[in-house]
């Protein structure tokens, strides 16, 4: 069977090293390259922490590359009190052998669509688009080459966890996700809410994933910040894994449990509602649909995809 051709682009932060494990584990796709972007953590130290996060994994090696280093608009402001410093639970994870690749992270992304076919290849974002946007700013018809764009990013039909309606990825470039929305390839978001309740980590599910293989005590290891900070967030030690949720709608769809077409918007105006993605779930604006949203995932086969490409034991 041909496998499925990807292109990451990611903030890597603790729960992007896990998504991204995940990927380079899944023998239905191969991942043509990375690129980083400014979220979590600066684009140069997301580079690090791909780096490292594939090192850890020891699968196979593609390239990283580094993207926008700011948003579009707005000033960034990174997740150290989610992630650490340098977001992956400031325990002292570098790479030991790989290094960033020269080329800029966009330009590699657009030549890198401009060698395959039309929908060739998925993008996987898992941070801010400001990389996204950017290359559909520049080459919008080497863009509209994209099978599908899955997104780490709004609060679904749920709350926001940056503010009460914005999620972070999306609130970090707000402008950035309006371009991306707004620019007519196939998308799908995969919201914040899609790793509460049932589908978070609790901690025998933690445990299970820590003691089941090198691998996944380094994906547990790294989000040490977060779930100390969920302590306080949820009342226990837990991990709301966006990006592997995320990673897992968009690569194993059987573990999707609600997902629909919307129409949606992005709120940009210099207020309260600025990163807030409005979903029309009741139909009231009568437009067509441009988006899916998935907000909820099926609990067990989401966690056995988890555990199963992080060859927990």
């Known amino acids: 069977m041909d496998k499925r051709k990807l292109i990451i682009d990611t903030d890597c932060g603790s729960d ?35 780096l490292t996060t594939i090192e850890k994994t020891e699968s196979y090696e593609p ?20 992630h650490g410093e340098d977001g992956m639970g400031d325990i002292g994870l570098v790479p030991t052998r790989l290094k960033k690749r020269p080329e800029n992270g966009i330009y590699k992304t657009l030549e890198t669509l401009e060698q395959h076919g039309d929908q060739e290849i998925e993008i996987v ?6 990389n996204i946007a950017l290359e559909m700013l520049m080459a919008p018809e080497t863009m509209r080459k994209v099978r599908r764009i899955s997104i780490m990013g709004t609060a679904g039909l749920g709350v926001g966890n940056v503010t009460p309606l914005a999620e972070f990825n999306i609130w970090q470039d707000a402008e950035a996700a309006k371009i991306v929305l707004d620019f ?11 790793c509460l309740d049932d589908a978070m980590l609790d901690p025998d599910d933690i445990a299970e994933i820590r003691n089941g293989s090198e691998l996944g005590k380094f994906v547990i290891d790294c989000n040490k910040v977060l779930m100390e900070m969920n302590v306080g967030r949820f009342g226990y030690e837990c991990l709301d894994m966006a990006d592997p949720a995320a990673m897992a709608a968009a690569l ?19 207020g309260p509602g600025y990163g ?11 437009k067509e649909p441009n988006a899916y949203v998935c907000s909820k995932l099926k609990a067990k086969e989401y966690k056995d995809y988890i555990k199963r490409t992080l060859k927990v034991k």
């Open 125 to 130: 974002a898992l941070g801010p688009l400001t």
């Open 63 to 82: 390239p990283v590359y580094v993207g926008a280093q700011k948003p579009l608009l707005v000033p960034a402001v990174f997740a150290a009190d989610t």
């Open 184 to 194: 007519g390839v196939p998308l799908l978001f995969v919201g914040w809410d899609a």
């Open 252 to 270: 194993y769809p059987e573990c999707i449990e609600e997902c629909d077409k919307y129409y949606c918007e992005m709120d940009v105006t210099n």
């Open 16 to 50: 992007d090293a896990m998504a991204i494990a995940m990927a380079l584990n899944d023998p239905n796709y191969e991942i043509l390259m990375f690129s980083t972007v400014c979220g979590n953590v600066n684009a140069e130290q997301a580079a690090i922490n791909t």
């Open 276 to 286: 807030a993605f409005i979903v029309d779930k009741y139909r009231f604006s009568g």
